[in-house]
């Protein structure tokens, strides 16, 4: 499974893993494909490093990349405080209260919440970016817009190349007059933020709005004939997130939540704001059930939504409260039914990619058989 | 683009083309494809009569089709005047203010609404297959879940093949239980009547769930890639609507309306109960935001929705109230940019799906150039 940017990048399958795992970003280039760790929980440089610098000692100078949420917007001096300040105490008490409906106990004293704003604030992906930037990293992504101009010219001066995510045609060549080199076109039926154009009809459309800028198709793809299908709408990769979350390399905070996934459909997932602000497809659980209820106070804007329900995430992991539980996913969830190594997921993916060569052959009237 | 299924209808293409209008059904079983009549504006079996005589007429013996509109549940003795009573006042107030606040004028006395619920009643299209089953056609599809067994017998019993939409593997594999020869996997993304699963996941789940059964893909394929994207997810053919609409031979109600197809993007669609009560993809207009609006009345159910709101539908297309103008279509409707005849869509169809399979051979290293 070979493009031309899958030969510019000198990995074997145009398969791009997004994971926050290094274990798995690791396994994921180790397999011949391109892993991608996701930095949004990297609030301290330090951690970043050693991370990165065990990934560059597992995947023997195979390419690797990062992915980093740059928000659009610059937001100069706001603390975390002053973003706290902003939160209605209605929605307090309505995170409070639906918490003690289900009876999640609280953290104990001087437990930290798992996830803060800061981390998606511009001068902690600063700071991740100058660790990053000390590694050989061959691809820099960002979930949140196009990078700011000083940082896509810091990345290729340095030989990275510049990827950004878009949910449509319009939002890709704003990436591409940005200068990014690398669309990713994520679909409605993709896990976390995604828009409303289904990947097959997005993927055509962003390969088509930015030519010739290589696009990779997210969103629905789990398999070699998902593979199949979005590099026959013109995409030169494919990105996937979600089938790696069940891989044994993954460290997934809760076993519980490994076997709702493992036991989810692929209408078990939903659209909603309830986790970041912005509309992100996770599994529907009775805490997005609670935020997307019409009587419900309605999620706030991003990034407000996501401090306020820090807490109460963190919580209702630590206690494995099932009917609370979830996580960003896409609608493939449906298919992932078992636990798996990274490995086997990419030679499963490649196998799947060559039968489904054949069968387009066979239906083309092209079959070497 | 041959499979099992299409050489078993005796096509050229296994591309089967579902439409409202004889002219274009007859347009694409000339082209090489399937074309599949809509009956369900066809109350008087007269007309269905008079037309499928003439697409007998066009199609040289070529195959093609019928679509017919079966509910699931039987409802007995139930007129008309009955359903009518059910209508709150207020939806009727809405669609009265609603229509007013547009200037939208009234239809002249005696002049009828063009949509009748009774297209929607079983004895209704039970009078369409007398007059289908006169007629040589190779499929009847049902877009309202199974039709009733003995239908399923009597389409066996005349060598006609029995297709019915599905937007779930549970729902496919129901139609399996019921007999059903083909079914369609219609995706998120498709115009008309659409569940919530994308047609990049949706088609291997029923490929798989019904498995030797062959699958149509319908949703977000209006080119070839699309086709070939279909093809490698597992389908026997792709099962096409809303790229018909902008043919040359197509009939819509008023130029404005293909003025507005053709000038929107893929976002300018939306899943709404508007039109029938039941979620189904088409343009976003003032109309489908009234209806959607947390201050509306909100849709009732199938059938009194389509009841509710015939004769408003049929007004605003009269005069072309532009705001209010829609009509079901898919988000691929932000690819239909210009006029094409139905035989410019099929080779346009069959040449891009020529080039998929040329990039895909090259991407998996079976170059043969």
Chains 1, 2 share one sequence.
Do not use: C
Not at 142 to 170: C, Q, Y
Not at 205 to 214: I, M, Q
Not at 327 to 355: K, N
Request: hydrophobic share 45%.
């Amino acid at each position: 499974m070979q493009t031309e940017l899958s030969k510019q990048l000198g990995v074997e399958h145009a398969v791009f893993g997004f994971t926050p795992f290094p274990a798995v970003a690791a396994a994921i280039s180790r397999a011949g494909g391109f892993g991608v760790l996701g930095a949004v929980r990297y609030t301290a440089p330090d951690e970043l490093k050693r991370d990165l610098d065990w990934i560059e000692a597992q995947v023997d100078g195979r390419p690797y990349g990062l992915d980093v949420v740059m928000p659009a917007k610059k937001v100069e001096g706001v603390t975390e405080a002053d973003v706290e300040a902003m939160i209605p105490e209605g929605h307090r008490q309505f995170v409070k209260n639906t918490l003690a409906a289900y009876g999640v106990p609280e953290l104990t004293v001087g437990e930290a919440s798992g996830w803060r704003i800061t981390g998606w604030m511009e001068q902690v992906a600063r700071n991740q970016l100058d660790v990053a930037f000390d590694h050989p990293i061959k691809l820099l992504a960002n979930a949140l817009g196009s990078p700011p101009a000083d940082v896509v010219a810091r990345a290729h001066d340095k030989g990275v190349l510049v990827a950004a995510l878009a949910g449509s045609a319009r939002h890709a060549r704003k990436h591409r007059d940005a200068g990014i080199d690398i669309v990713v076109a994520q679909g409605y039926e993709a896990g976390g933020h995604t828009g409303e154009i289904a990947t097959m009809v997005l993927t055509p459309e962003v390969v088509e709005a930015v030519d010739p800028l290589p696009v990779l198709a997210a969103g629905g793809i789990g398999s070699g004939e998902q593979a199949a299908a979005a590099l026959a709408l013109g995409a030169q990769g494919v990105w996937l997130g979600s089938v790696w979350l069940t891989t044994t390399e993954a460290e997934l905070p809760s076993p519980a939540l490994v076997r709702k996934l493992l036991a989810a459909g692929s209408g078990d997932t939903v659209r909603s704001r309830a986790l970041t602000g912005k509309p992100a497809r996770q599994l529907r659980t009775a805490w997005t059930d609670a935020w997307d209820a019409p009587d419900g106070p309605g999620a706030l804007p991003m990034p407000l939504q996501g401090l306020l329900v820090a807490e109460a995430v963190t919580r209702i992991q630590k206690y494995e409260v099932e009917p609370l539980l979830g996580t960003p996913v896409g609608q493939i969830v449906g298919r992932m039914t078992g636990e798996r190594s990274v490995q086997a997921v990419v030679d499963d993916l490649t196998r799947g990619f060559e039968r489904a060569v054949d069968r387009i052959n066979r239906i083309a009237g092209r079959s070497q058989q």
